[in-house]
Nanobody
């Protein structure tokens, strides 16, 4: 599967953005999906994962209550709605797909497919 992330940009603190990740192929609905992010000088970190059906989900503590993941299997797309953005949310955001069975995964090594990343910058 090939992934294309989009929707990043520059936003003020407290604002919102919605990221999209479009997948190619007919088997998108069989992939567990996730979002990761990487800030300058830091390691890539898990943000959220979602099962093939859309539930359950698993969020990093740092984004709980502010970010929402969803997926539309008919459109081969997973979304990340980001609200109440903070400067510390600034990073390159990557979507990822896992062909393993399970509800969601938090480790990079569990995902075999990655999008190219989209930059999110939150100004204070």
């Amino acid at each position: 599967v090939q992934l294309q992330a989009s929707g990043g940009g520059l936003v003020q603190a407290g604002g919102s953005l919605r990221l999209s990740c479009a997948a190619s192929g007919r088997t998108f609905s069989s992939y567990v999906m996730g979002w990761f992010r990487q800030a300058p000088g830091k390691e890539r970190e898990f943000v959220v994962g979602v099962s093939v059906s859309g539930m359950p989900t698993n969020y990093a503590d740092s984004v709980k209550g502010r970010f929402t993941i969803s997926r539309d299997n008919a459109k081969n797309t997973v979304y990340l709605q980001m609200n109440s953005l903070k400067p510390e949310d600034s990073a390159v955001y990557y979507c990822a797909a896992s062909g393993r069975s399970g509800n969601y995964y938090t480790r990079e090594s569990d995902y075999g497919y990655w999008g190219q990343g989209t930059q999110v910058t939150v100004s204070s």
